[in-house]
């Protein structure tokens, strides 16, 4: 991978992390900042027991609010737990945002999936961003598959601006292949990154604000695997 100087580095220690490539465990403090744990969850999770989740020591949760689906038509859905899953990780004391997962083959269909996301929390209040996800689709053919890295910058940057114009923080979903092959990151910069990679630390050279570390993460409350996170926060 080829850095950017142009592009904000972290500044987290690293040596100072302590954890195993597929284990849950995990710490990190670095004098300046720590961490905290979180999930992120969909439909495909089922019902869960947030106040299990809670219980378990994890503090934060994005959501799945929706996704556009990756055949020809691609039309707009909203995730079918995510009202119940919302109300029931509120009571339980967590902190939330959502993320949606876009197949948004240009500007004006980012767009709509903004306002897709907006009206569905009818302003609703988050302690965490709302989260573009652009995904790639290996195993079958998708809307996205010509879609290049500077037409998926421009997607990112319509949705984001869309979410921020409405009052709430936007952030985006990456990994080393986007931020390697098809994000312009020097064009991304007012935004945090959500940063996944199931490596033992962080891969990325580029700041990013949380890191999503394992998919299969064994979580009281939630059947079957989890997608396990932590978020990076400066000390007071």
């Known amino acids: 991978m080829a850095v950017d100087p142009e592009v904000k580095r972290h500044k987290y220690d690293l040596?100072?992390?302590?954890?195993?490539?597929?284990?849950?465990?995990?710490?990190?403090?670095?004098?300046?900042?720590?961490?905290?744990?979180?999930?992120?969850?969909?439909h495909h999770n089922g019902v869960i027991d947030w106040e299990k989740v809670k219980k378990a020591g994890y503090e934060f949760a994005f959501l799945r609010l929706g996704y556009r689906g990756y055949g020809k038509e691609?039309?707009?859905?909203?995730d079918r737990e995510f009202q119940s899953s919302f109300k029931r990780a509120r009571a339980a004391g967590l902190d939330l945002g959502v993320y949606f997962f876009s197949q948004a083959i240009n500007e004006e269909e980012a767009?709509?999936?903004?306002?897709?996301?907006?009206?569905?929390?009818?302003?609703?209040?988050?302690?965490?961003?709302?989260?573009?996800?652009?995904?790639?689709?290996?195993?079958?053919?998708?809307?996205?598959?010509?879609?290049?890295?500077?037409?998926?910058?421009?997607?990112?940057?319509?949705?984001?601006?869309?979410?921020?114009?409405?009052?709430?923080?936007?952030?985006?979903?990456?990994?080393?292949?986007?931020?390697?092959?098809?994000?312009?990151?020097?064009k991304l910069s007012d935004y945090p990154i959500w940063f996944a990679d199931y490596s033992a630390k962080p891969q990325t050279p580029y700041?990013?604000?949380?890191?999503?570390?394992?998919?299969?993460?064994?979580v009281d409350g939630i059947g079957g695997s989890a997608d396990l996170n932590v978020e990076f926060i400066k000390k007071q």
């Open 15 to 42: 040596s100072k992390l302590k954890h195993k490539k597929g284990s849950a465990k995990i710490s990190y403090d670095d004098g300046t900042y720590t961490i905290r744990k979180g999930v992120d969850v969909s």
């Open 74 to 78: 691609g039309k707009v859905l909203v």
């Open 111 to 186: 767009i709509e999936e903004a306002e897709l996301v907006l009206r569905e929390l009818n302003n609703s209040k988050l302690e965490l961003p709302v989260v573009y996800d652009p995904e790639l689709i290996n195993d079958d053919e998708a809307r996205t598959d010509n879609v290049d890295g500077d037409q998926f910058t421009k997607n990112t940057i319509a949705f984001c601006k869309r979410i921020k114009k409405a009052g709430y923080k936007p952030a985006i979903y990456s990994n080393m292949y986007w931020e390697d092959r098809l994000f312009d990151l020097k």
């Open 207 to 218: 700041h990013f604000r949380f890191w999503q570390f394992s998919e299969s993460g064994k």
